[in-house]
C-alpha cells in the first residue's frame, strides 16, 4: 500500500515566489524521483535521486536526498505560469515502487 | 514521436459493458505497467509486466486482465465495468524492470463507468 506522505496537498503562490514541497516515507527509500503532471497529460520525469545526500538541480528545480534516506524535497525558485500543475514524488524501497499522492501547483500571474 | 501512446483518451462505459484500453510504446522497452489515478490517491499500480509473455499483478488488479504477446503492447481488459472504476489509466514503459531511471508515461485514458 501506499508509503509516501507528500505535503502540502495544494499551493497557490503569486507569479516570482519559490515553492517547496516535501515527501516522506516510513522506511528508507533507495531511490526518490520526482515527477510533474500537467493538466491532462500524464506524469513526466523531473529529477532522480539515487544516494542520500544527493542534491541535484534541473534548471530552476532542485530536489534534495534526505540524509535519513526517509524523505526528499523539490524546490522551484522564481515560479512562472507554466509550473502549474501536479508534481508527485515517487520512491523505490527493496523491490517496491510507490507515488506520492501529488501536490497541487497554481501560480497566480 | 517516439513514445507511449494510449487509446482511446476518452471512454464512458455502461456497468457490465468490456472494453480494452490500448497501449504501445516504440523505444523497445522490456517493462511495460498500468496504473490508475484517482483525486487523493496518487497513482495506483494494476498491472505490470517485464517483458513480452510476462505479467504480474500489482495493488489494484481486481477487475483488469493483462496480457503481453509483443514488446510494444500491453492491452488492459476490463472484463464487466464497474462505476468503481470510473479513473483515469495511465501506460508507463521503463528500458528494465527496475523503475529507479524513471518510467515514460502515456497521455491517460479517463473512463467514466455509469
Known amino acids: 500500500g501506499q508509503q509516501l506522505n507528500q505535503s502540502p496537498q495544494s499551493m497557490f503562490i503569486q507569479e516570482g515566489e519559490d515553492v517547496s514541497m516535501n515527501c516522506t516515507s516510513s522506511?528508507?527509500?533507495?531511490?526518490w524521483l520526482w515527477y510533474k503532471q500537467d493538466p491532462g497529460e500524464g506524469p513526466v520525469l523531473l529529477i532522480a535521486?539515487?544516494?542520500?545526500?544527493e542534491l541535484t538541480s534541473n534548471g530552476r528545480l532542485t530536489a534534495q536526498f534526505g540524509i535519513t534516506r526517509k524523505d526528499s524535497f523539490l524546490n522551484i525558485s522564481a515560479s512562472i505560469p507554466s509550473d502549474v500543475g501536479i508534481y508527485f514524488c515517487?520512491?523505490?524501497?527493496?523491490?517496491?515502487?510507490?507515488f506520492g499522492t501529488g501536490t497541487s501547483l497554481t501560480v497566480i500571474p | 514521436n517516439a513514445g507511449v501512446t494510449q487509446t482511446p483518451k476518452f471512454q464512458v462505459l455502461k456497468t457490465g459493458q468490456s472494453m480494452t484500453l490500448q497501449c504501445a510504446q516504440d523505444?523497445?522497452?522490456?517493462?511495460m505497467s498500468w496504473y490508475r489515478q484517482d483525486p487523493g490517491m496518487g497513482l495506483r499500480l494494476i498491472h505490470y509486466?517485464?517483458?513480452?509473455?510476462?505479467?504480474d499483478q500489482g495493488e489494484v488488479p481486481n477487475g483488469y486482465n493483462v496480457s503481453r504477446s509483443t514488446t510494444e503492447d500491453f492491452p488492459l481488459r476490463l472484463l464487466s465495468a464497474a462505476p468503481s472504476q470510473t479513473s483515469v489509466y495511465f501506460c508507463?514503459?521503463?528500458?528494465?524492470?527496475?523503475?529507479?531511471?524513471?518510467?515514460?508515461f502515456g497521455s491517460g485514458t479517463r473512463l467514466t463507468v455509469v
Open positions: 508507463a514503459s521503463s528500458p528494465t524492470g527496475h523503475p529507479n531511471y524513471g518510467y515514460t
Open positions: 522506511s528508507i527509500f533507495n531511490t
Open positions: 535521486l539515487y544516494k542520500a545526500g
Open positions: 515517487a520512491g523505490t524501497t527493496g523491490n517496491q515502487f510507490y
Open positions: 523505444m523497445n522497452h522490456e517493462y
Open positions: 509486466s517485464v517483458g513480452a509473455g510476462i505479467t
